[in-house]
């Protein structure tokens, strides 16, 4: 625990193109042994982004080949799952994972989620070997860094996959999305720059142009609504 | 052109004068070129484009923020009066819009269907570079008349200098910056439109109006208003 958070925030911020880093930043401020980053689910598809080691990468894997354990109830509910003893609470949770990880001497297991508005696609795994907790605090603020990376991911997996395509393309299309993203950051609360990008993630997964998204906003059939850290979209 | 307006564009140049001897915000000087422009001129309509960095047309301007309206010009600026006006850097008269030539049937059929018949698109130049087009929209055919089309030209002219100001007349770099800037803020208050939409329940054009009068009535520029709106830190 040598950097402080808002030493670790910054990093985040400005290493978005080396998610490798991602892991250290997490291993920097909680009293935690390994660190793996996630996403799961239809959205983006299972895959490993960054492990700080092969414990760390190992228990991400598992989770997807069973379908269970920390980071899906994460992604899933939207909010950070706490595990300081998997031993004791483990079994009832998830019992195929735990039953697995019994000879990697894990003791305890944190896991947040990666969302950028409704769109839910992953999470951030930490565990140590020691049993420890973590405090209202860390958990906070464990939860920001896992925000600050979910926009990293979202919006690589956009430009990896031909975001340009989903690009507005006319100045007047280009006018109604940022129309639709005010409407958006005064819904849920965030910045322009998020709005826009919880259009485009929402355009993607459901496979159509974002000027269709932004017109459906603009009209009222598309709305987002917003509860603690869940965002919900209602058509 | 009778004495009342002639009056009237003295004033007008007078206030414009003034007004760029201040601190001034671009946006708002070109919204009061627009609507001078068809309160006073005898036109319908009238809206200014800029080109961003990759000569791509957008609309910073225009009378009313209907959509419909700003369809046509962006229209225009694809195939139409507009475009030609800035590729050409010379003015661009359409005297019937119903008999305009075939590639710009898009931009006929939709200003045809908003009621308007002729058109004039009049370039912001700077020596020899273009950065944009005044355009002025009305619902009765027929050529403007001259001395119309020369103030026009002339408050074209006042765009052009507001918007480069006379100190970036040297520096290309600065000149596209600056059209940037000027880019940049009409996003921002696209963005407060939106904001404003939904928290008071109203149109994305009335939404535009409330900006407005907030601005007007509190003397602050229009694109400081829209970021304080989208930054959350002004709340309407």
Request: charged letters at 25%; aromatic letters at 6%.
């Amino acid at each position: 625990m040598s950097e402080s958070f808002e030493d670790a925030m910054g990093i985040l911020e400005r290493e978005s193109d080396h998610p490798e880093r991602f892991c250290d930043a997490f291993l920097s401020v909680f009293p935690v042994g390994g660190a793996a980053v996630s996403t799961i689910g239809q959205v983006l598809g299972s895959e490993t982004i960054a492990a700080s080691d092969p414990v760390a990468a190992r228990l991400d894997e598992l989770q997807f080949d069973l379908g269970e354990g920390p980071c899906w109830d994460a992604m899933r509910s939207a909010n950070p799952v706490l595990v300081p003893m998997i031993r004791t609470s483990g079994p009832r949770l998830w019992p195929a994972f735990t039953e697995s990880i019994v000879t990697d001497g894990v003791s305890s297991v944190f896991a947040f989620p990666l969302s950028v508005g409704p769109l839910r696609f992953g999470a951030v795994d930490l565990y140590s070997a020691e049993p420890v907790d973590l405090s209202d605090t860390q958990t906070q603020q464990a939860g920001a860094m896992a925000e600050v990376i979910s926009r990293h991911v979202l919006r690589r997996a956009l430009t990896s996959i031909g975001g340009d395509e989903n690009e507005a393309v006319s100045a007047y299309s280009r006018r109604l999305v940022h129309q639709a993203s005010g409407v958006v950051l005064a819904q849920i609360d965030v910045s322009a720059d998020d709005a826009r990008l919880v259009i485009q993630g929402q355009a993607f997964a459901s496979s159509r142009p974002m000027m269709d998204v932004a017109q459906d906003i603009l009209d009222g059939r598309l709305r987002f609504t917003r509860e603690g850290s869940r965002i919900e979209v209602a058509q | 052109m009778n004495d009342v307006t002639q009056q009237r564009l003295l004033e007008t140049f007078v206030k414009l004068a003034d007004t760029l001897i201040d601190d001034y915000d671009v946006v708002d000087l070109l919204q009061v070129l627009v609507d001078t422009c068809r309160d006073v001129l005898d036109t319908t309509a009238a809206g200014i484009l800029l080109a961003d960095s990759r000569g791509e047309l957008e609309v910073v301007a225009s009378t009313s923020e209907a959509s419909r309206l700003v369809e046509i010009m962006q229209l225009s600026a694809e195939q139409g009066p507009c475009i030609e006006s800035y590729r050409s850097g010379r003015s661009v008269s359409v005297p019937d819009i119903e008999v305009s030539k075939d590639e710009w049937w898009q931009f006929r059929g939709s200003a045809l269907a908003q009621g308007f018949r002729s058109m004039d698109a009049l370039p912001l130049r700077l020596r020899d570079t273009t950065i944009g087009t005044l355009n002025l929209l009305r619902s009765e055919p027929g050529a403007a008349p001259e001395d119309t089309i020369r103030a026009a030209q002339a408050f074209a002219d006042v765009a052009t200098i507001g918007i480069l100001h006379e100190r970036t007349l040297r520096e290309s770099a600065i000149l596209s910056e600056q059209l940037q800037a000027a880019l940049n803020s009409r996003i921002v208050i696209e963005q407060a439109k939106g904001v404003i939409s939904h928290t008071r329940g109203v149109s994305i054009d009335d939404a535009f109006a409330l900006m407005r009068q907030y601005a007007r009535s509190h003397s602050v520029g229009l694109s400081i208003v829209a970021a304080r709106i989208v930054d959350r830190s002004l709340r309407l």
